[in-house]
């Protein structure tokens, strides 16, 4: 319970951190770190709890994104204000960085792995970030022209 405990408020921390880098403006910093805080610990809840990395990294980037939009509409601001800041941390940046490490030391078939999973993760967050903006207009009742 404290390794999730340290891993959400690092989370959160790091999210205002990039949030600051980004140039978002004061009164939207601690939204961001809670909507990045909140991703990474739905991810940390399911790896610590023997999950699949690709299924919690889709789910927490899902509602990165849905609390990126609400939050949008919420404090009338653009979504990317939220959502990029808020997806910073479930970036697989050690995924690339160990692909690279192995294709310095000319170890194929661990790099080719590494690779492969970094490529799921990122594809994992482009559709769930993709999903959260089409799934309210898909069940969105449709207007009749007049």
């Not at 319970?1 to 009164?27: E, P």
């Not at 739905?42 to 690709?54: A, E, H, K, P, R």
Request: glycine share 10%.
């Amino acid at each position: 319970m404290s390794t999730l405990i340290i891993h959400v408020v690092s989370a959160f921390f790091a999210t205002i951190f990039f949030s600051i880098l980004f140039n978002v403006q004061h009164k939207h910093l601690i939204a961001c770190g809670i909507i990045g805080a909140i991703g990474w610990g739905i991810y940390t809840l399911g790896v610590l709890g023997g999950y699949s990395d690709v299924l919690f990294t889709f789910l927490g980037a899902y509602f990165v994104a849905q609390g990126s939009y609400f939050l949008a509409k919420y404090k009338r601001a653009p979504v990317t204000v939220f959502l990029i800041p808020g997806i910073i941390p479930l970036v697989p940046g050690i995924g690339l960085y160990r692909t690279m490490y192995a294709l310095l030391f000319s170890d194929h078939t661990k790099a080719l792995e590494y690779a492969l999973t970094t490529f799921q993760l990122s594809g994992v967050i482009a559709g769930a970030i993709i999903m959260a903006a089409l799934l309210p207009i898909l069940f969105r009742p449709h207007r009749q022209k007049l």
